[in-house]
């Protein structure tokens, strides 16, 4: 089973549906355009309803505002030229276009996405409060577990639908879920955590934890492993593939730079994993044991890890793929100490919704990183998307320096979808929790942060 790597890909995922036939030659003739004026008009969210896609609509303040731009669920971007009124089309694409309708109050309400085969309306988002928004999760049949919190007062707390077909099936606040690359903020802790033990330090390189590392890859440093800008690629093999560190190290060191070290964003799994056995190095110990030392035992998330938690025979939820149950995570190929190394460290953590509210709160009260190490934790470290999206330490980084500062991370495989959502300043935690994977689980915490951020 391939896990998603949700920072790339989720774009890809979104567009999935659209076809996309890439080509470079030919690209639309520009037209003229009143721009700082015209553009505001277009500018917003817009929701593409039967797949729960949410499209942004943004200009940049530091091209002062004068080019368009699309991306969905703030992952990737695609430039927009103006070929018509109204009409615009993909930079890089000339046969998919975008046209903008409804006029009111000085914006538009619909955009329509047309390509050759077929044509997607996505209609402006508008901002429903937790009652409306629950019953949608309703009429989708949202299956899952969603906790909003903001300032310790619990805002939302609901699970719906089934964990699977045994007895006493459904869903309930207590179930655990796999998170998939959530997994990687606490990695990322774990790595912080040895650096405030002077155990290691982020400028560390590669060939300071491992044997015969190629001269491509051995300088490179623990910051760029956090960061995703190691060059190394995604990963190898499929999650609960059988592999020793030997073979896995092979894999790695053999593999190919996508990019000059340092110098691009590329979602890599596989340096997370490495993180994990750096882990495993500077500490002595196993991954998850030293998280639950370190991290989950000082947090009191006594519900959380691979296999040290005595997890209950129906607490773990199975996933569904597209209805079909799936087999609990902790039931597939993994070894006595958890997933092998094509999972490890980088996702596949077992966990529930209150167990990552009180994550949070360890966060904001600094319980097991210092206020300075926190500062580094979620601190946008490396830009991307032409500085539209920044990177942290496990994080995903928005609005550093505004008010309301976002701080997140989500995970999908096949039969799972998590999003989790911070604004430090506004004391809002968002977890969303599911055991299928549906884009519209993924547009869930923004139409919650909408409707919050509002008020």
Request: proline content about 2%.
């Amino acid at each position: 089973m391939k896990k998603v790597n949700t920072m790339v890909l989720l774009l890809m995922l979104s567009f999935s549906l659209m076809s996309f036939s890439c080509t470079t030659n030919n690209k639309p003739k520009a037209i003229y355009v009143d721009v700082v004026n015209t553009l505001k008009q277009y500018v917003g969210e817009y929701e593409y309803e039967a797949e729960g896609i949410i499209i942004n609509i943004y200009t940049k303040k530091k091209e002062n505002d004068t080019k368009l731009y699309l991306n969905s669920l703030g992952e990737g971007e695609s430039e927009l030229i103006a070929i018509g009124e109204h009409k615009f089309s993909f930079k890089t694409e000339e046969e998919v276009k975008v046209e903008f309708r409804k006029a009111e109050n000085g914006v538009f309400n619909e955009l329509m996405l047309i390509q050759p085969d077929e044509t997607f309306k996505a209609v402006r988002l508008g901002i429903d409060d937790l009652t409306t928004i629950d019953e949608k999760l309703k009429e989708r049949d949202f299956s899952g577990v969603i906790l909003v919190v903001q300032n310790d007062s619990i805002l939302f707390n609901k699970a719906y639908g089934r964990k699977n077909s045994q007895e006493n099936g459904m869903i309930d606040l207590n179930t655990v879920f796999d998170i998939c690359s959530i997994t990687k903020q606490f990695t990322s802790a774990g790595i912080l955590k040895l650096s405030m033990q002077n155990k290691l330090a982020v400028t560390d390189k590669l060939s300071k934890y491992f044997d015969a590392v190629p001269d491509d890859k051995k300088n490179i440093t623990i910051h760029q492993l956090l960061t995703h800008s190691s060059g190394l690629t995604a990963g190898i093999g499929g999650d609960y593939d059988t592999i020793t560190e030997a073979a896995f190290l092979n894999q790695v060191f053999s593999s190919e730079l996508i990019s000059p070290v340092g110098t691009a964003f590329n979602y890599s799994n596989m340096g997370y994993s490495l993180l994990g056995l750096i882990i495993e190095k500077a500490s002595g110990m196993d991954y998850e044991a030293f998280l639950n030392l370190e991290i989950f035992k000082p947090s009191k998330m006594n519900h959380t890890g691979y296999i040290i938690p005595d997890w209950k025979n129906n607490e773990v939820a199975n996933g569904f793929l597209e209805g079909t149950e799936a087999k609990k995570p902790n039931e597939e190929n993994w070894s006595e100490q958890g997933p092998y190394l094509n999972l490890k460290g980088n996702g596949g953590i077992l966990t529930r919704a209150s167990d990552l509210l009180l994550w949070s709160q360890a966060i904001r009260d600094h319980t097991v990183l210092d206020e300075a190490t926190t500062s580094k934790y979620l601190y946008p470290h490396f830009e991307y998307n032409g500085g539209n999206a920044h990177y942290g330490y496990g994080w995903g980084i928005a609005n550093n320096d505004l008010e309301n500062k976002l701080v997140r991370h989500a995970g999908a495989s096949d039969l799972f979808a998590s999003d989790m959502w911070m604004y430090p300043n506004k004391g809002i935690t968002i977890i969303v929790l599911s055991n299928t994977l549906d884009l519209y689980t993924l547009s869930i915490a923004k139409r919650i942060s909408n409707f919050l951020l509002a008020e």
